[in-house]
T-cell receptor, first 116, second 111 residues
Framework: GENVEQHPSTLSVQEGDSAVIKCTYSDSASNYFPWYKQELGKRPQLIIDIRSNVGEKKDQRIAVTLNKTAKHFSLHITETQPEDSAVYFCAASIKAWWASNNDMRFGAGTRLTVKP | ETGVTQSPTHLIKTRGQQVTLRCSSQSGHNTVSWYQQALGQGPQFIFQYYREEENGRGNFPPRFSGLQFPNYSSELNVNALELDDSALYLC??????????FGPGTRLTVT
């Protein structure tokens, strides 16, 4: 089955700096890669996702890049703010109508701290 | 708010008992996935229901079972509870499996 590894486990940056979180996946058939932000005591919140037919997607200060050949994808947050502090999870899955096992595998998470 | 709700919020059970958790999906969504999240870890996929049929299952034993109803709400049932079942149980609804939106979760404690 799919295995997702996420690095680093903790990341501390100064407000205004950029933050990059990287994930690798094992199953080359994976074609959907979402990122979630989870604040303490709250539900995971979808912040951005990318499908395998594109290499990059941006939404304001957040961007995700995907390298299918190397089987890794990354989350980039620019101009970080204290409210970006949270745990971030990457995930990978195979989404296809014929797939008999639609599961989403999550990375272990990255705790991002943005210092004012 | 995403519209996905779960009940109950918290639950305390004794080892060996059975529990049922409920999830109401967001309007317009036809797929519900259930996850177990232990403290300090990422969500672990339990199973997914699409139009009332299970169409994906993670590495969880058969004592974890579920249902999806015609209105796309869902239940997670766990039999013969074990101490290691203590965790936050999250459901997520989506349209066809993409863009999953999570509910607030049910915190289960097994003593």
């Amino acid at each position: 089955g799919e295995n997702v590894e996420q690095h680093p486990s903790t990341l501390s940056v100064q407000e205004g700096d950029s933050a990059v979180i990287k994930c690798t996946y094992s199953d080359s058939a994976s074609n959907y890669f979402p990122w979630y932000k989870q604040e303490l005591g709250k539900r995971p919140q979808l912040i951005i996702d990318i499908r395998s037919n594109v290499g990059e997607k941006k939404d304001q200060r957040i961007a995700v890049t995907l390298n299918k050949t190397a089987k890794h994808f990354s989350l980039h947050i620019t101009e970080t703010q204290p409210e970006d502090s949270a745990v971030y999870f990457c995930a990978a899955s195979i989404k296809a109508w014929w797939a008999s096992n639609n599961d989403m595998r999550f990375g272990a998470g990255t705790r991002l701290t943005v210092k004012p | 708010e995403t519209g996905v709700t779960q009940s109950p919020t918290h639950l305390i059970k004794t080892r060996g008992q059975q529990v049922t958790l409920r999830c109401s999906s967001q309007s317009g969504h036809n797929t519900v996935s259930w996850y177990q999240q232990a403290l300090g870890q990422g969500p672990q996929f339990i199973f997914q229901y699409y139009r009332e049929e299970e169409n994906g299952r993670g590495n969880f034993p058969p004592r974890f079972s579920g249902l999806q109803f015609p209105n796309y709400s869902s239940e997670l049932n766990v039999n013969a509870l074990e101490l290691d079942d203590s965790a936050l149980y999250l459901c997520a609804s989506s349209l066809d499996g993409y863009e999953q939106y999570f509910g607030p979760g049910t915190r289960l404690t097994v003593t």
